[in-house]
């Protein structure tokens, strides 16, 4: 199954892994799954501290 990808680069949304019009690597636009051990909180709270939210 395919999913939405985005152009780390333009910006461009694709379903290939290669945006078609700058050639760049693009990623999944989807969330990680959930796990109790949450590899992305440290991340996620130093995004929100610099945010202010």
Do not use: E
Request: aromatic share 8%.
């Amino acid at each position: 199954m395919k999913h939405i990808q985005l152009c780390t680069s333009c910006g461009m949304f694709t379903m290939m892994p290669r945006c078609p019009s700058c050639a760049k690597t693009a990623i999944t636009t989807w969330p990680p799954k959930y796990s109790v051990d949450d590899k992305y909180a440290a991340l996620r709270r130093k995004a929100k501290a610099m945010v202010g939210v």
